[in-house]
């Protein structure tokens, strides 16, 4: 509070740190349960809501515990697209039509023709519309903006974590496992073992995914004044998760976002430089919601929808990105309406 010097400024800076310290507190309670609650939601959704074939993700290359994954072909990078084949079949020009189609239909089989004046359609004295062999007209062109990209087991986290170099193990407890440390959080190398864990960020099988997320959580909340410098290292690590375009890793690093930027002071400043490389996939997805009416959607209890959550990160950089903070979400994403000047 230095540099207040009347009582209203003084009572208004007060109102504000402790709006601050119930904001860290709140965060540190929802975000507590965050590594759990992916196991919970992989079973929910196959024995629930069907939505998905297997209760818990594992990858072919993935061995037994005593044993390390098998390498990954160097074409297959996490968020990489495939390119369109060269021997893919072209629409052309039909001048009578005057729409493109391709010349030989993908029907298989025969196709049912009519001969020359024969039938109701396409003479000129008629006005029923003519029958056109189902196959011949293209199909719309789909960019695919919003599909899953590729994932492959190839994270940094993963590799330290089967040759035994970080210092973490899984203490069952009856009610949920949690992280035991070899070591003190506090002594950890945070240059060396942050941008480790942020790496397995982007896992999706166990118990990798447990381990990245809660040992991201858990450094997060003993970092302090260690998390600042260690900032550009953890851009391409947050930017490779959310090229994934997978909701539920995406929903991940928002949350993951949403307490880095109250773990610390100035890190929130320290996150404006690096926008460009964070916002664009923000921009894709920021009006993923569902539409469902008059009804509700329960998974906003559980913040797994993925809108909300990118509106709440991105008011979350507004606050303690200082005053440059709007001016360059504003730029990156358009449609984005200030929660501080409004």
Known sequence: LKGVSSAPQLHSARLQAQQAQRVIATMANVTAAVAQSLMREDWRKQKIERTQRDAFLKHS????????????????????????????????????????????????????????????????????MGRTPEGLKPAPPICGAFKSRANPPNTEFRRFYERGDLPIQIEHR??????????????????????????????????????????????????????????PQLIIPIKTALNTRDSDVICTVLKVLQSMVVSGEMIGEALVPYYRQILPIFNIFKNSNKNLGDGIDYGQQKRRTLGDLIIETLEMFETHGGEDAFINIKYMIPTYESCVLN
Not at 70 to 93: F, I, Q, S
Not at 206 to 227: N, T, W
């Open 61 to 128: 290359e993935t061995n037994s515990c005593f044993d390390v994954t098998t390498a990954v072909a160097a074409d297959r990078r996490a968020g990489g697209h495939l390119m369109a084949r060269n021997d893919a079949p072209l629409p052309e020009y039909n001048a009578s039509t005057m729409t493109y189609c391709f010349k030989q239909s993908s029907v298989k089989g025969p196709i049912e023709q009519l001969k020359g004046h024969t039938g109701n359609g396409g003479m000129t004295s008629s006005l029923a």
């Open 174 to 231: 009856g009610v949920h496992n949690r992280i035991g440390w070899k070591v003190d959080i506090e002594k950890l190398d945070y240059h060396h073992y942050l941008p480790i864990f942020f790496d397995g960020l982007r896992e999706k099988e166990e118990p990798y995914r447990f381990l990245a997320v809660q040992g991201v959580f858990d450094m997060l909340e003993h970092g302090g004044s260690k998390i600042l410098p260690v900032i």
